[in-house]
């Protein structure tokens, strides 16, 4: 089995995945338990889940050619708001949410791409999206294909010493 840190160097933004390979049910109620536990502040749970396979799936979010997309819808009302600022935790609680998936996924074999840029108003209406419900985040899903390769940016990391502070 693999440690976490390793699964997380080896991981990599996974876009040329196998057409002819679809991700097993069993594999995908996984990845909607790694969402359904994941930590949201003040545990609102503020997001919704949208599992797009097949054909009808493809014609809502077409951006990668994957077998399956999972889109993580936030609702703001429903989020934690901290008092001092308004900051409204939607869009860190669909991050971390996503961040479940997106490691679940890798721990089975398979390969993700967190998507952003998608249009928002085709996938609402395509998902028929009530108001105060906002897509944030989609996963492509799907096992990798033979062109599978990390992006050239990938290894590309900041030193420790441009990233951190101590304060002692």
């Known amino acids: 089995m693999k440690e976490l840190l390793d699964l997380m160097k080896e991981r990599y933004s996974e876009r ?6 679809e991700v097993e049910d069993e594999k995908l109620g996984m990845l909607l338990e790694a969402a359904r536990i994941a930590p949201t ?5 503020a997001f919704r889940l949208y599992l797009l396979k097949g054909e009808e799936g493809q014609k809502i979010l077409s951006n990668f050619n994957a077998p399956v997309h999972i889109v993580i819808t936030g609702v703001r009302e429903e989020a934690w ?11 860190l609680d669909t991050g971390i949410v996503g961040t479940h ?6 721990a089975l074999g398979l390969k993700t ?3 952003c840029a998608f249009d928002v108003t085709e996938v609402q209406v395509g998902l028929n999206l009530p ?3 906002y897509p944030l985040l989609a996963l492509a899903i799907g096992y990798p294909g033979e062109a599978s ?8 990391r900041k030193s420790m010493n ?3 502070t101590v304060i002692e």
């Open 16 to 21: 040329r995945f196998d057409p002819g390979k």
């Open 41 to 45: 502040a003040s545990n609102r749970q």
């Open 81 to 91: 708001v901290r008092k001092q600022d308004s900051f409204n935790a939607t869009e």
């Open 101 to 106: 998936i997106m490691l679940e996924a890798e």
């Open 113 to 115: 791409c967190m998507i």
């Open 131 to 133: 108001a105060g419900e």
């Open 149 to 156: 390769r990390p992006a050239k940016k990938h290894f590309e």
């Open 162 to 164: 441009e990233l951190l």
